[in-house]
């Protein structure tokens, strides 16, 4: 959550007129809000007798990465018309596109979306010369690294150590690099939303943090089943890795790698902040060491 303080609603009037919004007094803005708690993201639903928009206070890399990546309009990301610095901070003007997220996935939208993931990837695989543009693989090394100090069991860190040598060996497109099932849209078309962590980064990052978070439980948080999960793996992998020349054991056992590094996330929290009873640490733990087994 942005902890910033959020511009008032006359400096978003005023944000709105500096990026040619003829009645922008007159436009209804209201706040995204956030599935977890309610509370209010730095990004306006923007709707004036003309449009319907996005206003959202860009974070990290995010202008960044729609000018090097989305430049030309995409189907599979929201097209940015504009932006504009506003007391030092840049504000994205973007086109408004209507959908449901994954947190309740079901088989049509998850099609839909893992076809927009996998027509972005096919577009830049390999695109040497943007490896240094938005998050990069050099960059991001440091909190790679980091969160891997916190793990706690020698098992984990051998198995930890190798992901980081796959991590920097794989192949590498673009990849949206915090793509949990709310920062994908999915109506007549999938877009994928929230790019401030995107770049050219190996290729399974992706379509791990999509699927690695998700649980069987009706009632958690990120729901998926066990027969859609296994669907999106075999789909990614028929439908862009196999054409790459990727042997089949070679994706599986990279993506477990990936899966790991996942799980890796709740365990650092846990550990570092004393929240080893938080179900998300157990939950984590239980994966992670089950993958650190078959991995080493």
Request: negative net charge; glycine residues 4%.
């Amino acid at each position: 959550m942005d902890e910033k303080p959020k511009p008032s609603y006359e400096q978003l009037v005023e944000i709105l007129s500096m990026l040619g919004v003829n009645d922008a007094e007159q436009a209804d803005i209201r706040a995204f809000t956030a599935d977890e708690d309610g509370s209010e993201y730095a990004v306006w639903h923007v709707k004036t007798a003309e449009r319907e928009c996005v206003l959202k206070r860009a974070k990290a890399y995010e202008l960044e990465a729609y000018r090097c990546f989305f430049a030309e309009k995409k189907p599979y990301a929201p097209e940015l018309f504009c932006s504009v610095c506003y007391e030092g901070e840049n504000y994205l003007f973007l086109e408004y596109c209507p959908g449901e997220t994954l947190r309740r996935c079901e088989r049509t939208r998850l099609v839909k979306a893992l076809d927009a993931l996998i027509a972005m990837q096919d577009e830049f695989w390999e695109r040497e010369e943007l490896y240094c543009e938005a998050v990069t693989v050099e960059n991001s090394l440091a909190g790679i690294e980091r969160r891997g100090t916190y793990l706690g069991s020698e098992q984990l860190d051998r198995v930890y150590a190798d992901f980081i040598k796959v991590y920097k060996r794989t192949p590498r497109t673009l990849c949206h690099g915090d793509l949990l099932p709310f920062n994908l849209l999915v109506g007549d078309r999938a877009v994928l939303i929230d790019w401030e962590c995107g770049g050219m980064l190996p290729y399974p990052a992706s379509l791990a943090r999509l699927i690695a978070h998700c649980r069987e439980d009706e009632a958690a948080f990120f729901h998926m089943t066990d027969e859609d999960r296994a669907f999106a793996i075999e789909y990614y992998y028929k439908n862009l890795i196999k054409k790459r020349g990727i042997p089949l054991e070679e994706y599986r056992r990279t993506l477990d790698y990936f899966l790991f590094y996942e799980y890796c996330e709740w365990i650092m929290l846990g550990n570092r902040y004393d929240m080893r009873e938080d179900d998300r640490y157990i939950y984590s733990m239980e994966k992670a060491e089950k993958l650190a087994e078959k991995l080493l």
